[in-house]
């Protein structure tokens, strides 16, 4: 099985009155990981942070920007432990590392003030770009048709109960009709997973890995029973 695991960043609401042009965009994206390489990310993650972050640090996320200016907030999570200097040496670490793990990113980016300029009724920038991230997921599975990974589960980040609704919505309808790109969805799990944390690199709840700690991976290896 593969696992998507997705978060946002931006603005994905149109009738935000700040909105305006070179300024605004919305992102989804993440991580795509193979099921047999689950478990072994996750501790090599974990190891990563105890090696290079202060012990401070360990169970807060990892958030590029911060890393990237650290002194430039006063709520910057990492001020009282890093300086400048720290903070940009610790983000490239991680990027390093990151890069060497078996995992593939995907990400859309939507343009919100073309998407509202070019059209008299747009469409949420969240159902738009879920809808793309979809179609690109399932054309990865089927196309590459790994007899050991043959299905994909989804796990959305929790934004908002307008969004989750939305997109569960969305989820059902195009697995069910598909869409004008792709017809066949069966390589897709049926239900979209939505949790109440960040799900990937970039975050941890109490237990200092990658995807969540052990809440999600026991959720991860019911679903994988399922399937088995």
Same mark, same amino acid.
């Given at each position: 099985?593969?696992?998507?695991?997705?978060?946002?960043?931006?603005?994905?609401?149109?009738?935000?009155?700040?909105?305006?042009?070179?300024?605004?965009?919305?992102?989804?994206?993440?991580?795509?990981?193979?099921?047999?390489?689950?478990?072994?990310?996750?501790?090599?993650?974990?190891?990563?942070? @105890?090696? =290079?972050? &202060?012990?401070?640090?360990?169970? !807060?996320?990892?958030? %590029?920007?911060?890393? #990237?200016?650290?002194?430039?907030?006063?709520?910057?999570?990492?001020?009282?432990?890093?300086?400048?200097?720290?903070?940009?040496?610790?983000?490239?670490?991680?990027?390093?590392?990151?890069?060497?793990?078996?995992?593939?990113?995907?990400?859309?980016?939507?343009?919100?003030?073309?998407?509202?300029?070019?059209?008299?009724?747009?469409?949420?920038?969240?159902?738009?770009?879920?809808?793309?991230?979809?179609?690109?997921?399932?054309?990865?599975?089927? @196309?590459? =048709?790994? &007899?050991?990974?043959?299905?994909? !589960?989804?796990?959305? %980040?929790?934004?908002? #109960?307008?969004?989750?609704?939305?997109?569960?919505?969305?989820?059902?309808?195009?697995?069910?009709?598909?869409?004008?790109?792709?017809?066949?969805?069966?390589?897709?799990?049926?239900?979209?997973?939505?949790?109440?944390?960040?799900?990937?690199?970039?975050?941890?709840?109490?237990?200092?890995?990658?995807?969540?700690?052990?809440?999600?991976?026991?959720?991860?290896?019911?679903?994988?029973?399922?399937?088995?």
């Amino acid at each position: 099985m593969y696992f998507l695991f997705l978060d946002e960043s931006g603005n994905p609401w149109l009738d935000n009155a700040k909105i305006r042009e070179q300024s605004n965009y919305f992102l989804l994206g993440g991580l795509i990981i193979k099921e047999e390489h689950f478990t072994k990310v996750d501790l090599e993650f974990k190891q990563f942070k @105890k090696d =290079n972050f &202060p012990k401070e640090l360990i169970n !807060l996320p990892i958030h %590029a920007v911060d890393l #990237n200016q650290v002194s430039r907030s006063k709520d910057n999570i990492y001020k009282p432990y890093l300086t400048d200097v720290q903070g940009k040496e610790l983000l490239k670490k991680s990027y390093d590392f990151i890069a060497k793990l078996p995992i593939e990113t995907i990400a859309i980016i939507i343009d919100n003030h073309n998407l509202k300029l070019k059209y008299l009724y747009p469409v949420n920038p969240y159902d738009f770009a879920y809808k793309l991230i979809l179609e690109k997921f399932q054309l990865i599975i089927s @196309k590459r =048709n790994d &007899p050991n990974n043959k299905l994909g !589960l989804i796990n959305l %980040a929790h934004y908002s #109960n307008r969004i989750t609704v939305n997109l569960t919505k969305i989820h059902n309808e195009i697995l069910h009709n598909g869409t004008d790109y792709v017809s066949d969805y069966s390589n897709i799990y049926y239900k979209l997973q939505v949790l109440g944390l960040v799900l990937y690199f970039f975050s941890v709840n109490s237990n200092p890995g990658m995807i969540g700690g052990n809440s999600f991976q026991k959720m991860c290896s019911g679903t994988q029973k399922i399937w088995n």
